[in-house]
């Protein structure tokens, strides 16, 4: 058997237009995104990225913003229950700074790490400390870890895991959210599922991947979570991509089932992960 073969070809629907291939990666359980460009950060710029622009003017930007609040404070739940005592957060990929403050405000001292320039100065408007590069911080110690949907955007992969994990105090705790492409929308849209976002997107994970890519490390997933309301925007979305229309109803129909099925099968559109050290 091929160590990785091909999967299927995706098109960048919010930024180029351009289609790129996916592999399967049988060693790791996951898929890989092939012909990568050389520019990568000019795909980001857009204000269809809504991470990075804090925009809150079509429904899907309103929908995404009014979702972000509700997770903010599930996300410092989160930190709070699996970290001890010491609160000091590194969070990878901050976007513009919200959940920083949103940590800010539960005691915690933080530092995010946003290589989007126009998103790093957003953030430092509100307040929080952000820089470019981990290289950075690459002398501190922190606690917590966090990257929200931000593992499936790390070039060098594996290096960057090696590098994360070494920042982390003893007994520190990762929690990481990705995309699942074993999750019902994924399967239903296929090509069209917009958590591909290719090429922004260079992984795309299993629950065997992350066991797998962080094992290698002395890491395990002590407690797996859903995003529930990932299947409801990612259908939104893809439903979208695939008919050119707003078709909200049979999106919503199509989260719904996911999350459903999702129950059964533990399979979610997209997973927490909470991981420790052996």
């Not at 800010?104 to 590069?133: F, M, S």
């Not at 959210?177 to 994924?186: L, R, T």
């Amino acid at each position: 058997m091929k160590s990785k073969e091909f999967y299927l070809e995706c098109k960048d629907h919010s930024v180029s237009g351009e289609t790129f291939r996916l592999t399967y990666d049988h060693n790791k359980d996951m898929l890989v995104t092939e012909t990568r460009p050389e520019n990568l950060e000019e795909y980001y710029k857009s204000e269809a990225y809504i991470s990075h622009t804090d925009s809150n003017k079509t429904v899907i930007e309103k929908l995404y913003q009014a979702v972000k609040i509700v997770n903010l404070k599930s996300k410092t739940q989160l930190i709070n229950k699996y970290s001890n005592d010491e609160k000091c957060l590194l969070d990878v990929g901050a976007g513009t700074g919200d959940f920083l403050i949103a940590a800010q405000k539960k005691g915690w001292k933080t530092i995010g790490v946003e290589p989007n320039h126009k998103a790093r100065e957003k953030a430092k408007e509100k307040g929080v400390e952000v820089v470019a590069h981990l290289e950075t911080v690459a002398k501190k110690k922190f606690n917590t870890i966090t990257l929200w949907h931000v593992l499936e955007h790390l070039p060098d992969l594996e290096e960057q895991i090696k590098v994360l994990t070494g920042l982390l105090s003893e007994n520190g705790t990762l929690i990481i959210a990705v995309p699942n492409y074993k999750s019902y929308d994924a399967i239903h849209y296929k090509q069209y599922w917009a958590a591909f976002d290719v090429p922004r997107h260079l992984w795309h994970f299993s629950k065997q991947s992350i066991e797998v890519l962080f094992g290698e490390h002395g890491f395990k997933i002590i407690k797996t979570k859903p995003m529930l309301y990932d299947a409801f925007y990612v259908s939104i979305l893809s439903e979208k991509y695939k008919s050119k229309k707003q078709r909200f109803i049979k999106a919503l129909w199509i989260g719904l089932k996911s999350n459903f099925l999702g129950w059964r099968s533990k399979e979610y559109s997209s997973h927490i992960y909470i991981l420790k050290k052996e």
